[in-house]
């Protein structure tokens, strides 16, 4: 620097004009060096510039595609089916050609295997890669929360740890307890090859007549269930698993199974905030990536007994809105009794995704939903931008 001031030296004959071009130089110099600098960020993709670049290479056919997750049976057409119990009795343990041919022309986002898909390791092992090979590269996903909800815990075939259920972790009252739990589960379920396991339970368990959510929720206290949440949630997580709180807006407070018809609660938004509210706003804080609907009507709240995973009251209003949540939202199953017995696969998967869904988990009629949610969109019922804000989503999910 000095030999340029000495040059510029004879140029000025007072200090004040010495000091003015000493500030310029330097002034010129740093933003230079700003300069460089950004233009080196500039050569580094952001993950954001990395979803926009996967989202514009794909068809709508393929943004489509992502937005469904399906149980194996849904991919084999030749399987009709009424009861949970048809499923049971003729298990799929394998990709078979009807699956791969049907899904060459649907490809799907994601996979979800059940209890009577899994025979043992041996089977797991060889099953998992035919699934990657899918049109779509599905993501893996199973129910795994430990206690009743347990598709390989409770396999005698399978040598992992087993837990009496959530509320016998809740009412230890220390949350390493449920980090302990989410985290061994999350292990084993890795060293298989699950990315997504639809877990922890986050409904407050405030209803004695409730008979689907009872011991699978950690307590009849938001508070303390609270805790465990998001000590369960960081034990999947640092197993390298995504979990999933469900379901929202809280299917604690129900007495009937929405598995076979309709239920609902009669709470407010109010009260339900000062209950329910807790553990997801818990959960939203923390950094869930995805939280799983009920199939519940909540009149007090929507002013309708639509299910709320039809509701944009419940999904856009209150989850996005108040609650401030941006991550994906994914459906309960939607062959459940509480969505077939009113609305059929088309239906269904496009009220859903209208509401704000990113997801639609476990159509009955896969082709049906899929055709139903393209035909939206080539008639502008659903906007292709609406599609590309789920599918945003669930590219940001794949990419972590």
């Not at 952001?46 to 595609?65: F, H, I, N, Y």
């Not at 997750?69 to 003729?90: C, G, K, P």
């Not at 199974?257 to 609902?264: E, K, L, N, P």
Request: proline share 4%; hydrophobic share 40%.
């Amino acid at each position: 620097m000095w030999p340029i001031m000495c040059t510029f030296a004879p140029f000025f004959k007072v200090t004040v004009m010495k000091e003015r071009f000493l500030w310029m130089l330097t002034a010129i110099l740093t933003c230079g060096l700003l300069t460089a600098s950004c233009s080196d960020n500039d050569d580094q993709s952001s993950p954001r510039d990395e979803v926009e670049e996967q989202l514009a290479k794909m068809t709508l056919r393929e943004k489509v595609g992502q937005m469904f997750f399906v149980r194996m049976e849904t991919l084999d057409t030749t399987i009709h089916w009424n009861a949970y119990s048809d499923l049971q009795e003729n298990p799929i343990h394998e990709v078979n050609k009807t699956m791969r041919d049907v899904n060459a022309n649907y490809p799907i986002g994601g996979l979800i295997l059940y209890a009577w898909n899994i025979d043992d390791e041996a089977q797991l092992a060889k099953l998992i890669p035919q699934i990657r090979a899918l049109n779509g590269h599905p993501l893996l996903c199973i129910d795994e929360e430990g206690g009743r909800v347990s598709r390989l815990a409770n396999n005698p075939n399978f040598n992992v740890k087993k837990y009496e259920s959530m509320a016998a972790i809740g009412a230890t009252g220390d949350p390493k307890n449920a980090y302990e739990c989410g985290n061994t589960i999350g292990t084993y379920l890795k060293h298989y090859g699950f990315d997504i396991d639809f877990a922890p339970v986050a409904d407050v368990n405030t209803n004695p007549e409730n008979i689907i959510i009872g011991p699978r929720a950690f307590s009849d206290d938001p508070q303390v269930a609270a805790k465990m949440v998001t000590s369960y949630l960081q034990g999947l997580d640092d197993a390298g698993v995504t979990g999933c709180i469900k379901h929202f807006p809280g299917h604690g407070d129900t007495k009937t199974d929405t598995h076979f018809g309709y239920a609902s609660t009669q709470k407010t938004w109010e009260e339900m905030m000062d209950c329910e509210m807790v553990t997801f706003k818990a959960g939203i804080q923390w950094g869930c990536q995805l939280i799983m609907t009920a199939h519940i009507g909540a009149p007090n709240v929507t002013g309708s007994d639509v299910p709320s995973t039809m509701s944009s009251v419940i999904l856009q209003d209150k989850l996005r809105g108040e609650l401030g949540y941006q991550n994906i939202i994914i459906t309960d199953g939607m062959e459940m009794g509480a969505i077939t017995q009113q609305y059929s696969s088309a239906e269904a998967a496009v009220s859903s995704i209208k509401a704000g869904v990113d997801i639609v988990l476990g159509p009955k009629n896969l082709v049906e939903a899929f055709d139903a949610v393209m035909d939206a969109v080539n008639k502008g019922t659903i906007t292709e931008e609406r599609i590309n804000q789920s599918v945003r989503r669930i590219l940001k999910l794949r990419q972590q």
